[in-house]
């Protein structure tokens, strides 16, 4: 068979490349050829991996943990995330059997999305978005539809808007608070009013947790599912280690739901990726606990994060011309540049070329007045791209 008589899958020709991927590739490779590049694009911290856990993880190895582990996880740090969910998120009666450790966050998200929804079944997802979750939603077979939140309202939906999209195909909601790529946080009463209503129109509730120990201004992170037995049996969360530990290359996601679906979700994994990778998740074991060591490494993150947050807050609402929401989670901002009349593709990828700067455009989060901006980034890079930034948009 030749090239042009290959016949992709509906699958794989439906799917989108992640754009977010693809801007931090182009900028690494503009780095690469010597260009000065101000990359605004990394979804990941920018600090290494706290040397606990490391130590952790060359333990584990040294010992000849690389054999292959339960589907699920290793029983140790299953437990260890199912006291978590009872002691910090007060969520009632957690089992271990109730964990599944995947490998990645973003592959907890899938699976719950498979776990849940089919042809057929409709996925209410508020934008922005992350860029991955109407391309999971399709995976599985199902149509995604959209909820759009601006910054008039702070990027998050109403629990009216949430009634309005309800069908009888809907199937799952999916909560991101702290939001990515808005860095919105949902506080106890939007939650609860947004539970409501889907405990009332009998669906799932995916809440997706990544950055739930990102947090500014003194705020205070609700998880869904603690807020009522009702509430817990239809949320299933996700979650995982990347962000609050810098551990994005380990590749350790999480995922709590009621019995019978982290019962198909761990076998949906036992036949797709088996188990997440033995060692690292000794690794992740040591972040649960040693709880002072692990407070201490996000304490000093988070330290640095807020400085660049305000800096690059404040440097954005400096600029004629771009309107800033002040986010209280997450390490992005997502800035309005709607005023300068060109698409947000068309924006970044001149503000790419002119001015080596590198954001993700809006539009891949289903926002195109908007772009992403990471302060996951140093401060030298922040005060550059800011300068450049700011002589970009005075030559539009």
């Given at each position: 068979m030749?090239?042009?008589?290959?016949?992709?899958?509906?699958?794989?020709?439906?799917?989108?490349?992640?754009?977010?991927?693809a801007?931090?590739a182009?900028a690494?490779?503009?780095?690469?050829e010597?260009?000065?590049?101000?990359?605004?694009g990394?979804?990941?911290?920018?600090?290494?991996?706290?040397?606990?856990?490391?130590?952790?993880?060359?333990e584990s190895?040294?010992?000849?943990?690389?054999?292959?582990?339960?589907?699920?996880?290793?029983?140790?740090?299953?437990?260890?995330?199912?006291?978590?969910?009872?002691?910090?998120?007060?969520?009632?009666?957690?089992?271990?059997?109730?964990?599944?450790v995947s490998?990645?966050g973003?592959?907890?998200?899938?699976?719950?999305?498979?776990?849940?929804?089919?042809?057929g079944?409709?996925v209410?997802i508020?934008?922005?978005?992350?860029?991955?979750?109407?391309?999971m939603?399709?995976?599985?077979?199902?149509?995604p539809?959209?909820?759009?939140?601006?910054?008039?309202?702070?990027?998050?939906?109403?629990?009216?808007?949430?009634?309005?999209?309800i069908?009888?195909?809907?199937r799952?909601l999916?909560l991101?608070?702290?939001?990515?790529p808005?860095?919105?946080?949902?506080?106890?009463?939007?939650?609860?009013?947004?539970?409501?209503?889907?405990?009332?129109?009998?669906?799932?509730?995916?809440?997706?947790?990544i950055?739930?120990y990102?947090?500014?201004?003194?705020?205070e992170?609700?998880?869904?599912?603690?807020?009522?037995?009702e509430?817990?049996?239809?949320?299933?969360?996700?979650?995982?280690?990347?962000?609050?530990?810098?551990?994005?290359?380990?590749?350790?996601?999480?995922?709590m739901?009621?019995?019978?679906?982290?019962?198909?979700?761990?076998?949906?994994?036992?036949?797709?990726?088996?188990?997440?990778?033995?060692?690292?998740?000794?690794?992740?074991?040591?972040?649960?606990?040693?709880?002072?060591e692990?407070?201490?490494?996000?304490?000093?993150?988070?330290?640095?994060?807020?400085?660049?947050?305000m800096?690059?807050?404040?440097?954005?609402?400096?600029?004629?011309?771009?309107?800033c929401?002040?986010?209280?989670?997450?390490?992005?901002?997502?800035?309005?540049?709607?005023?300068?009349?060109?698409?947000?593709?068309?924006?970044?990828?001149?503000?790419l070329?002119?001015?080596?700067?590198?954001?993700?455009?809006?539009?891949?989060?289903?926002?195109?007045?908007?772009?992403?901006?990471?302060?996951?980034?140093?401060?030298?890079?922040?005060?550059?791209?800011?300068?450049?930034?700011?002589?970009?948009?005075?030559?539009?």
């Open positions: 030749s090239a042009s008589e290959i016949i992709l899958s509906p699958w794989a020709r439906n799917i989108s490349p992640s754009p977010t991927l801007v931090d182009k690494k490779a503009l780095k690469a010597g260009k000065d590049v101000c990359g605004f990394a979804g990941e911290p920018d600090f290494d991996t706290p040397e606990f856990i490391k130590q952790a993880c060359e190895l040294r010992r000849g943990d690389t054999k292959y582990a339960p589907a699920a996880g290793i029983p140790k740090l299953r437990a260890a995330l199912a006291e978590k969910y009872i002691t910090e998120n007060g969520v009632v009666g957690v089992k271990p059997e109730q964990i599944v490998p990645g973003k592959f907890s998200c899938y699976l719950a999305i498979l776990s849940v929804c089919g042809p079944d409709e209410i508020p934008a922005p978005y992350w860029v991955s979750y109407p391309e939603v399709k995976l599985a077979g199902a149509t539809k959209f909820v759009f939140a601006g910054d008039d309202q702070g990027f998050k939906i109403t629990p009216e808007q949430l009634k309005e999209a069908t009888p195909k809907t799952l999916v991101n608070s702290p939001s990515n808005t860095g919105a946080l949902y506080n106890k009463a939007e939650v609860e009013a947004i539970m409501a209503v889907a405990i009332e129109a009998g669906i799932y509730v995916m809440s997706d947790e950055y739930e990102l947090l500014y201004d003194g705020v992170f609700v998880s869904p599912a603690s807020l009522s037995e509430a817990a049996a239809c949320t299933i969360t996700v979650s995982g280690f990347s962000k609050t530990f810098s551990m994005t290359g380990w590749r350790l996601g999480t995922l739901a009621p019995a019978p679906i982290a019962k198909a979700v761990a076998s949906l994994q036992s036949q797709t990726s088996s188990n997440a990778t033995t060692f690292a998740q000794w690794g992740a074991l040591a972040a649960m606990e040693r709880p002072t692990a407070k201490d490494a996000i304490a000093g993150m988070l330290k640095v994060f807020d400085r660049r947050r800096t690059l807050l404040d440097g954005l609402n400096a600029i004629d011309g771009i309107r929401d002040r986010a209280q989670g997450a390490f992005y901002l997502f800035p309005n540049i709607g005023s300068y009349g060109l698409s947000s593709t068309d924006f970044c990828a001149k503000l070329e002119d001015e080596l700067v590198a954001a993700v455009p809006g539009v891949a989060f289903g926002a195109d007045d908007y772009m992403r901006v990471s302060y996951a980034t140093s401060d030298e890079v922040i005060s550059k791209g800011l300068e450049r930034l700011a002589r970009f948009c005075q030559g539009l």
